[in-house]
């Protein structure tokens, strides 16, 4: 009984907060567009019983699905977002993964306070970040100013309202998401496999990639899962710093539903994105559940 009452809780917080959201959003996908309050008009009415359930069979069409199709807008909309997603994912990687070897090798009365240098930026508002990054990336920013003064430019480079600026807005955003996992595994890893590596004829090079690399494979495979799936259907980030010029599916998302108020595919698009995520999500989880084994 208590195993099932446990089991029971995460249940039914993904049951309210996931699965009967979906639902709602999958009914909505399938209705017709409407000019009222709300602007569609459902094909399924839970009320109607079995009755109401044939009827909705019989007149399903995915006509909401189907126009995504038709559209090039959509179908570069989600290329766009995988390659902004990919390769902010890949330059995080790239970023984080010495800064969580350097706090993993610190001496570890300073790992405390490197960890939570990382954590700080939570502190203050999301919002208040990502325009903090509009003052220093515009023309007349902070660091145009510090450039031109250093003498490296001649005139003001335009940064803003491109997909640099989306870049360095994401990788700056989610890098905490990519150096705690990966600092968590080499956190754990035992510094005798690298003595004797080097004591076989290693160098410190090749012990690196032979020892530190494989066996923090699941904290990098954990990061880049933390980072590219929060990064693929990103709103805020694009239309800040990336202004109209940026194309990524949150921002298509948020104009069908606010702009055209054309909900049924504005819904349509949200579940082609969640099954385009089901793939990594499915992925990560594995990833965690051989990870757990390992350590069982």
Do not use: H
């Not at 008009?41 to 839970?46: K, R």
């Not at 044939?54 to 179908?75: C, G, H, P, Q, V």
């Not at 290693?202 to 980072?227: E, H």
Request: charged share 15%; proline share 6%; aromatic share 14%.
């Amino acid at each position: 009984m208590r195993r099932a009452v446990l089991i029971a809780v995460p249940f039914a917080w993904l049951l309210a907060l996931f699965l009967v959201p979906f639902l709602i959003v999958l009914k909505i996908s399938l209705s017709d567009v409407a000019l009222a309050r709300p602007p569609y008009l459902p094909q399924l009415d839970f009320g109607a019983g079995l009755d109401g359930l044939r009827e909705f069979i019989a007149a399903l069409d995915f006509e909401n699905f189907w126009f995504l199709t038709t559209d090039d807008l959509y179908w570069k909309a989600y290329l766009s977002s995988l390659q902004i997603a990919g390769l902010s994912t890949a330059m995080t990687l790239l970023v984080g993964y010495p800064i969580a070897y350097g706090m993993a090798r610190a001496a570890p009365e300073w790992r405390p306070t490197l960890l939570m240098l990382v954590i700080l930026p939570f502190w203050t508002s999301f919002l208040i970040r990502v325009y903090s990054w509009m003052g220093i990336l515009s023309t007349e920013g902070l660091l145009n100013q510090f450039l031109l003064w250093l003498g490296v430019i001649g005139e003001p480079l335009t940064i803003l309202n491109t997909n640099t600026a989306v870049y360095i807005g994401i990788v700056y955003t989610y890098l905490p998401f990519m150096i705690l996992p990966i600092y968590s595994a080499l956190e754990r890893m035992d510094d005798s496999l690298l003595e004797a590596a080097e004591d076989l004829g290693c160098s410190r090079m090749q012990a690196f990639w032979l020892i530190t690399v494989p066996l923090s494979k699941n904290g990098i495979v954990a990061g880049c899962f933390l980072v590219f799936i929060p990064a693929i259907g990103e709103f805020v980030i694009p239309s800040l710093l990336g202004g109209s010029g940026t194309l990524m599916i949150g921002k298509v998302l948020w104009e069908e539903f606010f702009s055209n108020r054309d909900w049924p595919v504005a819904s349509a698009v949200a579940i082609v994105l969640l099954l385009i995520l089901i793939l990594p999500i499915v992925l990560f989880q594995r990833n965690e559940q051989k990870a757990r084994e390992a350590e069982g």
